[in-house]
């Protein structure tokens, strides 16, 4: 079936580059995801992608994709202290549901 | 804006009650789903509908059904709920073609 993954969790220092990657299995995915999530907070879509396309860029997020190993990425650069979050990578299948299946969540820790 | 709304922010039910879950989106959307939160879980997959009167089984679909009697409301029932129910509620939208759109959340509390 379906399944999405991602690392747990990543710490990086404030100013610096962090990029959070995922795997997916569903190789007919139509869009992917990016969503943020802060602490007490429900879950803001950041980005996403449409499988056609292999990057996007939106200020300081960048999206790669990598269709053939079925590999996802964001990029944050500049990370702030309120970057820090759970982020979430989500695929949705275009088998005509739409279906959303989402990753377990990447809790992104920034330092001073 | 699309707004995807559920009813309550916070519930506090007892153990064995029935509990109704409400989202309603304003967009026509074809398709909305519920899911729960669990830390270190991420979001699981409850139950999805696609039409009014559908519905398909997520991954967890043990312990609740749903309704779709109108295309902008989905409800989520816990027939009888127990304490492993204790959870973040997530309901979602997705219309044709576009992004999905979540509510709030509804954090469940079974005591």
């Known amino acids: 079936g379906e399944d999405v993954e991602q690392s747990l969790f990543l710490s990086v220092r404030e100013g610096d580059s962090s990029v959070i990657n995922c795997t997916y299995t569903?190789?007919?995915?139509?869009?992917l995801y990016w969503y943020k999530q802060e602490p007490g907070a429900g879950l803001q879509l950041l980005t996403y992608?449409?499988?056609?396309?292999d990057m996007k860029q939106d200020q300081r997020l960048t999206v790669l994709l990598n269709k053939k190993d079925k590999h996802l990425s964001l990029r944050i650069a500049d990370t702030q202290t309120g970057d820090s979050a759970i982020y979430f990578c989500?695929?949705?299948?275009?088998?005509?549901?739409?279906?959303?299946?989402f990753g377990a969540g990447t809790r992104l820790a920034v330092h001073p | 804006d699309v707004k995807v709304t559920q009813s309550s922010r916070y519930l506090v039910k007892r153990t064995g009650e029935k509990v109704f879950l409400e989202c309603v989106q304003d967009?026509?959307?074809?398709?909305m789903f519920w899911y729960r939160q669990d830390p270190g879980l991420g979001l699981r997959l409850i139950y999805f509908?696609?039409?009014?009167?559908?519905?398909e089984k997520g991954d967890i679909p043990e312990g609740y059904s749903v309704s779709r009697e109108k295309k902008e409301r989905f409800s989520l029932i816990l027939e009888s709920a127990s304490t492993n129910q204790t959870s973040m509620y997530l309901c979602?939208?997705?219309?044709?073609?576009?992004?999905?759109?979540f509510g709030q959340g509804t954090r469940l509390t079974v005591v």
């Open positions: 979602a939208s997705i219309g044709v073609d576009t992004e999905a759109f």
């Open positions: 569903d190789s007919s995915s139509t869009y």
């Open positions: 992608i449409f499988s056609n396309m």
């Open positions: 967009m026509d959307h074809e398709n």
């Open positions: 989500a695929e949705s299948n275009s088998g005509g549901y739409n279906k959303l299946i």
């Open positions: 509908s696609y039409d009014v009167k559908m519905k």
